[in-house]
């Protein structure tokens, strides 16, 4: 009896084995992609960053001598923004970040309610995902642009700014919540908040819609015995809609940051020293630190949720 | 003879079953109306949850932000069927006072003029498009299964690659990838758009966080009756990861769709109709009113698509599939 239980527990263990090497025949075409066009790209950057990179305009290509460290030490000590750049870029996303999960999760309860053109609201939310074509921004620029009278953009803020009633008094009423004693971190916080609400509101498109899968996930039993155990909304949200989202909360985490470091300084400033003053090395080294911060906001973010994840399965 | 035979009884089990259908509409239809009387009673009572007054408050700052995100759409809309006088009026309006489909007939004009026939762009958008959407859900899918489900040596590194390779955006890699697209020898042709897509990160990942949801009980009835990998891939975890999948199919249609295809693309025959239409809205203020029906025709179309998707994506995510 013992021997035989042994047997099948041996037996499930090398099938189990065997499924599981199944799976590299899953994602084998996936893979061989990946390494082809991905992993290569990024170890060639990583090559270019230790390198001068100098184009060899009779033989159609490049060479490369090797720089060691140079570029790094060009990077940290002599270029005049880089370091700026970096940190105005990372503290973005640490003010964006949150406000977005927050922002997602609340307009997806909200969406996730029965009310009538519901379809449509939702569709309404996923727009900016839509309609982020380089044409559409191209036509919304030349559209402000005829807006301020042929003027262009820039000028026109420059001048909006210089005469703007509305930042005196806003800039009062700061002054007045610091003399309350309200710490002005905090404040300084609330207000790009404030500034930001239309970036935020366009970048939670597919958290949204994340969300939203997520929230209709929840089996509706959980409710139901909330309900029938008396609890309030209020309790409901902390008790049973928060920890069955949570999951996805990591999902949307990481998603956000991704797609805020692709749109930010950082990343310009790397490919217009890259196209426009053709230093690739310096570019490579922007590009690779930027990386490596990022990577490393993520590995402590996501770490730090994980542990406080509930994992209903 | 006994060949007409079955067809006689096939025709009168398509009209029995065609009655049969009828009838059991009709009780759809029945249960339907049932329920949608009882439907209105369920709300009144989730209603008493919460104050009239904070759903007001709610719902006043879900329309405001609503109106942040479709005031471009308004926008794009309206000026496209601007007069070109309405377009440069200064101070100027949102709405449109005398519509016209001048832009249109002038966007047609311009394309009538263009080197290669237009419809050639459409073919390579359309090819383009398709193909490395679908490329990419299926390959993105099948990868994260076993990424999801499966525990086999070099997993948690290849997930940690994948979310590294994330960050690494295309601006900054465009040199290597350029030089990789040409090691290929995939150069100027479809593949040099197509493949890369199908192999991105994101998509691999956003699977994999979903998959991850579905309960392990139901692959295991599966192969309890005898499925393979490959049958409990296709019939029980793609059909019940649906709307992750079909929203990581609309987020790819837009990103093929907006792909110009400028750096890899040479010949004019291959270039997709964004390349086209964006030469139109460069023309600048000259070409203002073509350039507005351009730019509500590349709006237009990943909008409907969404739209066509909408319904799977967000109304039925399968709850969990078990009965708990």
């Known amino acids: 009896m013992a021997e035989g239980a042994e047997k099948k527990v041996k037996k499930k263990a090398t099938l189990l084995q065997r499924r599981d090497r199944k799976g590299y025949l899953f994602i084998l075409p996936w893979l061989v992609g990946f390494i082809v066009f991905y992993v290569r790209s990024i170890i060639q950057t990583i090559q270019f960053s230790f390198n001068t990179l100098t184009m060899d305009a009779g033989v159609g290509g490049y060479a490369l001598s090797w720089a060691g460290l140079e570029n790094y030490r060009y990077a940290f000590t002599v270029h005049p923004t880089f370091k700026q750049i970096l940190t105005t870029s990372v503290m973005d996303m640490v003010i964006d970040v949150p406000l977005i999960i927050f922002f997602s999760l609340f307009m997806a309860m909200l969406l996730n309610k029965e009310f009538k053109g519901r379809g449509l609201v939702r569709a309404i939310f996923f727009l900016p995902v839509l309609m982020n074509a380089g044409a559409i921004t191209a036509a919304l620029d030349l559209s402000a642009t005829m807006m301020n009278g042929g003027v262009s953009g820039e000028v026109a803020e420059t001048a909006g700014a210089a005469s703007d009633a509305v930042a005196f008094s806003l800039d009062y009423l700061i002054d007045m919540f610091v003399s309350i004693g309200i710490p002005a971190k905090l404040l300084d916080y609330m207000v790009s908040a404030v500034e930001r609400i239309n970036d935020i509101i366009r970048a939670s498109g597919v958290q949204i819609v994340i969300f939203i899968a997520a929230l209709q996930s929840i089996p509706s039993s959980l409710y139901e015995v909330a309900k029938i155990e008396g609890a309030t909304t209020y309790e409901t949200f902390w008790k049973v809609t928060f920890p069955m989202v949570m999951p996805h909360i990591i999902t949307n985490v990481v998603?956000?940051?991704?797609?805020?470091?692709?749109?930010?300084?950082?990343?310009?400033?790397?490919?217009?020293?890259?196209?426009?003053?053709?230093?690739?090395?310096?570019?490579?080294?922007?590009?690779?630190?930027?990386?490596?911060?990022?990577?490393?906001?993520?590995?402590?973010?996501?770490?730090?949720?994980?542990?406080?994840?509930?994992y209903y399965t | 003879m006994a060949n007409v035979n079955p067809a006689a009884r096939n025709d009168l089990t398509a009209a029995e079953l065609k009655k049969a259908e009828r009838a059991a509409k009709k009780e759809a239809k029945r249960v339907a109306k049932i329920q949608n009387k009882k439907k209105p009673k369920k709300g009144k009572e989730k209603r008493l949850n919460r104050s009239m007054a904070g759903n007001t408050i709610l719902f006043t700052l879900m329309i405001i932000c609503g109106l942040f995100m479709v005031l471009p759409l308004v926008m794009i809309i309206n000026n496209c069927l601007k007069p070109l006088d309405e377009l440069y009026q200064f101070p100027p309006k949102i709405f449109v006072r005398n519509p016209t489909l001048e832009n249109f007939s002038d966007l047609f004009v311009l394309m009538n003029d263009s080197w290669v026939p237009f419809s050639r762009y459409i073919l390579n958008t359309i090819i383009i498009t398709l193909g490395g959407m679908l490329g990419h859900v299926i390959c993105a899918s099948l990868a994260a299964y076993p990424l999801a489900k499966h525990k086999f040596p070099g997993r948690d590194l290849l997930f940690s690659m994948v979310v590294l390779s994330m960050m690494f955006s295309w601006q900054v890699t465009q040199i290597p990838q350029y030089l990789i697209i040409s090691w290929l020898g995939i150069n100027n042709t479809y593949a040099a758009l197509i493949l890369p897509a199908w192999s991105f990160g994101m998509g691999l990942y956003l699977m994999k966080q979903f998959m991850e949801q579905l309960p392990d009980s139901l692959m295991e009835s599966a192969r309890l009756d005898g499925a393979t990998e490959w049958t409990i891939f296709w019939k029980i975890v793609m059909p019940n990861v649906k709307p992750a999948w079909l929203t990581l199919a609309i987020f790819q249609f837009q990103q093929m769709w907006a792909n110009t295809g400028s750096i890899f693309l040479r010949d004019e025959q291959l270039k997709p109709m964004q390349f086209a239409l964006q030469q139109i809205t460069a023309g600048g203020t000259r070409r203002a009113g073509a350039a507005a029906a351009v730019t509500f025709i590349i709006a237009a179309v990943p909008i409907t698509f969404f739209l066509i998707c909408q319904r799977n994506v967000l109304e039925t995510m399968t709850t969990s599939g078990m009965k708990d």
Request: hydrophobic content about 50%; some cysteine.
């Open chain 1, 255 to 310: 998603y956000t940051i991704v797609d805020s470091y692709s749109t930010s300084d950082v990343v310009e400033l790397a490919s217009s020293t890259a196209f426009t003053n053709f230093n690739y090395g310096l570019s490579a080294v922007f590009s690779l630190v930027s990386a490596v911060v990022t990577c490393a906001i993520l590995v402590v973010v996501v770490n730090f949720i994980q542990k406080r994840t509930f």
